[in-house]
């Protein structure tokens, strides 16, 4: 067996010991070598999602309605992951808005109460998804599943566009313990996570549905790229869940487009 095919299933379970709260064993996970996650990061971030394309699938077997079958998969969404993504959404959100100086913004980000910035940006995230997922819910179960696979795929490689673009902001902070991929293997992560977007295809998603569903992923963690960069001169571990959220909000909505 060749080394990387050895290595393969470690770096997914090591990605979803970091990405998410599965019990899945051992807590501790090694650094995580994102030279290594062209094929284990997506394939983390796409069981996340099955997460919630199963509890969307119990939905409809229990006759719920495609509004409450949404909020039940977007809230084993977020207990899957520990709402990791969420509270960075909060911290850039109110660190972004709140701050007046880059290290005023530095500060609020790492203080662990929640302003109001914060609650909006995760009332509009959260209300967002369940619209969305809703829509695609009340056409057919069967792709709203597949697609909160391959949204939790893809968001989860569009999610590292600071890191690819950006220094961190902070000699301590998350991007002074991993390094950032080569851009060669961020491309075949990005190819990775798109071959999940075959079985939402074969669901009945156009294929204009998922070219649109890539550019919005990789145009909207370009956007925070872009703001971090001018807000607080690089990225954090916030910035990055930031990234993530609006990134799977951006997928879902241009799926959910008839």
Excluded at 80 to 104: I, K, N, P, Q, S
Excluded at 170 to 185: C, F, H, K, M, Q
């Amino acid at each position: 067996m060749a080394p990387m095919q050895r290595l393969l299933p470690a770096d997914i379970l090591n990605f979803l010991r970091f990405y998410s709260r599965l019990p899945i064993g051992d807590r501790a996970h090694a650094p995580l070598d994102f030279a290594r996650m062209a094929l284990a990061l997506p394939i983390a971030g796409a069981l996340i999602g099955a997460t919630g394309a199963a509890s969307l699938i119990v939905a409809r077997i229990c006759h719920l309605p495609p509004f409450a079958g949404a909020v039940v998969g977007v809230a084993v969404l977020v207990l899957a992951t520990g709402a990791l993504h969420e509270d960075g959404l909060a911290d850039v959100a109110d660190g972004f808005g709140g701050g007046a100086t880059r290290e005023a913004k530095l500060a609020i980000m790492r203080d662990s109460r929640i302003g109001t910035y914060g609650v909006l940006a995760l009332c509009f995230s959260v209300l967002l998804r369940v619209a969305v997922i809703a829509s695609i819910f009340e056409r057919s179960v069967t792709l709203a599943a597949l697609t909160l696979v391959f949204a939790g795929a893809l968001s989860r490689v569009a999610g590292l566009a600071p890191m690819m673009w950006l220094t961190p902001a902070r000699p301590d902070g998350l991007g002074a313990t991993v390094v950032a991929p080569s851009r060669e293997i961020w491309a075949r992560a990005w190819f990775a996570a798109a071959a999940f977007g075959v079985a939402p295809w074969l669901a009945g998603a156009g294929v204009s549905q998922m070219v649109a569903a890539i550019i919005a992923a990789f145009a909207v963690a370009t956007l925070v790229t872009k703001i971090a960069k001018h807000q607080i001169g690089g990225y954090t571990g916030d910035v990055l869940g930031a990234a993530q959220q609006l990134a799977e909000v951006a997928i879902l909505a241009a799926l959910s487009v008839v």
